[in-house]
């Protein structure tokens, strides 16, 4: 269970520009379950996700991750609980470009520094389970908007993370991409994962699997 | 411990499959880097060879010797000035030398004459050096002419040539006997290009010189010790050639490391976010980096320097020859011998490793430290 | 996207760090062979011969630059052959950048 309390993000604090982009937000985040988070842009979803997924903190406010407080960590164990717990699908996939499928997919082990032999064997299971094998040697920029998206999947589940969290995944593709996604959701969320994304798009709110839908706007949740 | 060695050969992993994204772009840059590092270290090699050679060799040079001056240029010395310096404390011997120059308009060449003390050479016989013997093809029982100051040819015959590994030091000797150098040169009876003293105690030497000083106004004592000193000075960096060569390497590093320091681009901050974003430690990141940097400086110092190595101590500094030779016709065949200064090599490992690894690390500090949620944007 | 019930054997095309690592061992490898040659190969019994010549003939210099009397005997040189035109005049030789005037001479 993820609990966030009074959680705010501000931006170019004591500036003149200074931006609140989260306020005052207090959420609870069930297990094994899918959470969507919709909002028009500017609505301070992303900036949300990201704290919740350890890559930002916030400003005032604390986060629990089940009984641990994530907001007086230092960068070290924040790394290492990112690393451990939560998996991440970016908007624009992120994968690093000239490296192969494989090599991408198998970044986030790098600091574990597992057995190599063992580490190819991992990925290639994940990657065969998307249907990505035959790609596994393909430099991801030739790969199409579906194919860089399993990518991406089997990068964020590499390290077997409980939670996974997706910002405006469905953002670069058409519909019946969608949908599959969805359905790959459906089919994490079966095995026992907790999924957060982020999304405008009925396609991921209305999807089958979705447990809750959270809408916020200018940075506060709406009662729903 | 394992672990950690594990980790850094993922980090390298990366690292280098990074720098195989554009494989022509950075084989090029470790070209171009260890060429300086080859010309740097091709001249640091052989320098060190030469001045060492050139300390060993001339260890055993005369003690003193008293040249004369005459309006402020060498000139002959008479023998009676072997009498004025009497007995000096700590002479052994004392002896006038016969040398001088000709110059041979039939290969443009300058020989030195010289009348050996230490064999006997029959008149119209001349030891050649082998310098000599292979720009104009001489050999035992050649003859070879020479036109003296006098208008009339004399015409020797080689009766010997010294020996080829010897060249550094007699490359353009030419040994006559007395009479004949005398009637040669037309340097009468009575007349030396200068004196030469034994010295056995080197702690005596100064002494010596300064006691000459006041005995023999006119002339003036060069103590072996000014040789060696003269010779170890030989390609030192401060100098001509070499110092536009060490300026041009450092400028080119210079280049280089300014423009790895100058920032980052907006695509390696995005590849460091995405790093941290999965998982990346700060530490690792700035680890990879440092890697990058280190295995392409290390790897462009030992190319570089075994290159340097075998140019000069295999193929006997075959670049450097031209530059050395200049306008000579006559330049001494030999073999630089293999020697290591390892405060030298220290130095160029410093200088060539460390700026590129720091430029290489420094930049990626400010990207590597703040949190990976910009990549979210 | 379906799985087989096989898992799938990948090969691996060789990990990006292995071929220059191997590279760079030989290279330390070969330079510390440099380092014990120098100490093995650069005894100086090739010398002994010219060694014996500076000795037996009273040489003070070696032979490497023969333009002129001056770059020949550098340690017999005299202050002015050199320096024949004026102290300053560039050198006539490319030799005259290598090596600098004896230190002698850049004494008071």
């Known amino acids: 269970m993820i609990r966030l309390n009074d959680i705010s993000k501000a931006f170019n604090q004591g500036r003149p520009n200074e931006f609140w982009a989260v306020r005052d937000v207090t959420l609870d985040i069930e297990d094994n379950r899918v959470t969507v988070l919709r909002g028009p842009s500017g609505s301070g979803k992303t900036t949300l996700l990201s704290m919740i997924g350890c890559l930002s903190r916030p400003t005032s406010g604390r986060i629990f991750l089940g009984e641990r407080n994530l907001s007086g960590l230092p960068e070290r164990f924040l790394t290492q609980i990112r690393r451990e717990t939560f998996g991440f699908i970016f908007q624009r996939f992120n994968l690093i470009p000239g490296l192969t499928v494989l090599d991408n997919v198998m970044l986030p082990a790098y600091p574990l520094a597992p057995d190599h032999g063992a580490l190819v064997q991992r990925t290639a299971a994940l990657l065969e389970q998307f249907g990505m094998a035959g790609k596994a040697h393909s430099k991801v920029e030739w790969l199409s908007g579906g194919e860089a998206q399993r990518a991406a999947i089997c990068r964020a589940l590499l390290n077997d993370p409980q939670i996974l969290i997706a910002d405006e995944p469905t953002a670069n593709l058409d519909t019946r991409l969608s949908q599959e996604f969805m359905h790959i959701i459906g089919e994490l969320k079966a095995a026992g994962r907790t999924i957060i994304l982020t999304s405008h798009d009925p396609v991921v709110s209305d999807a089958a699997c979705v447990d809750r839908v959270i809408t916020l706007r200018d940075g506060q949740v709406q009662d729903h | 411990m394992n672990h950690f060695v594990r980790r850094q050969r993922y980090l390298i992993d990366f690292t280098l499959a990074s720098l195989g994204r554009r494989k022509g772009k950075n084989l090029g840059l470790l070209g171009v880097y260890t060429l300086i590092v080859f010309l740097l270290a091709s001249v640091m090699l052989f320098s060190q060879s030469l001045r060492r050679e050139a300390g060993l060799l001339l260890e055993n040079a005369p003690e003193v010797v008293v040249q004369r001056m005459v309006a402020g240029r060498h000139d002959l010395i008479p023998v009676d000035y072997l009498e004025r310096i009497g007995t000096l404390r700590g002479v052994v011997a004392k002896y006038g030398r016969l040398w001088g120059y000709f110059y041979d308009p039939a290969v443009q060449a300058n020989y030195t004459l010289l009348v050996p003390r230490d064999r006997t050479i029959n008149s119209g016989e001349l030891i050649v050096g082998h310098g000599i013997a292979r720009t104009r093809g001489l050999g035992t029982g050649d003859f070879i002419s020479f036109r003296a100051a006098s208008g009339t040819t004399f015409s020797f015959r080689v009766a010997e040539v010294l020996a080829a590994d010897a060249e550094l030091v007699s490359a353009d000797l030419l040994l006559v006997n007395e009479a004949d150098f005398r009637a040669f040169f037309g340097i009468a009876e009575g007349l030396y290009t200068d004196i030469a003293l034994e010295v056995r105690n080197p702690k005596e030497v100064r002494t010596v010189a300064e006691k000459l000083t006041v005995l023999l106004p006119d002339t003036r004592p060069i103590l072996r010790e000014e040789i060696l000193r003269t010779y170890d000075a030989l390609f030192q960096w401060r100098q001509g050639i070499v110092f536009v060569l060490l300026a041009g390497s450092l400028l080119a590093f210079v280049i280089f490391a300014w423009d790895k320091a100058s920032g980052l681009s907006a695509e390696e901050k995005r590849e460091i976010g995405i790093l941290k974003a999965i998982g990346w430690e700060t530490g690792d990141v700035i680890r990879m980096k440092f890697w990058e940097g280190a295995l392409v400086s290390l790897g462009a110092f030992l190319l570089g320097y075994l290159a340097a190595y075998g140019h000069v101590f295999i193929f006997d500094a075959a670049l450097f020859a031209p530059v050395l030779k200049g306008w000579a016709v006559l330049y001494p065949q030999f073999h630089p011998q293999p020697f290591v200064d390892g405060l030298q090599v220290a130095t160029l490992f410093f200088f060539t490793v460390f700026p590129y690894t720091v430029a290489t690390v420094v930049p990626i500090w400010r990207a590597a430290t703040t949190d990976p949620d910009a990549v979210m944007r | ?108």
């Open chain 3, 1 to 108: 996207m379906h799985g087989t019930s096989a898992t799938a054997r990948l090969h691996h095309p060789g990990r990006a760090g292995t071929v220059p690592l191997l590279l760079l061992g030989a290279g330390l490898l070969l330079f510390a062979f440099t380092l014990l040659d120098a100490a093995w190969r650069g005894n100086d019994t090739a010398l002994a011969n010219s060694r014996q010549l500076v000795a037996g003939l009273g040489l003070t210099d070696l032979a490497l630059f023969t333009e002129a009397r001056y770059t020949r005997h550098l340690s017999q040189a005299d202050r002015h052959t050199p320096f024949q035109d004026h102290p300053l005049a560039l050198d006539h030789f490319p030799s005259g950048s290598l090596v600098p005037p004896p230190q002698r001479l850049q004494q008071p």
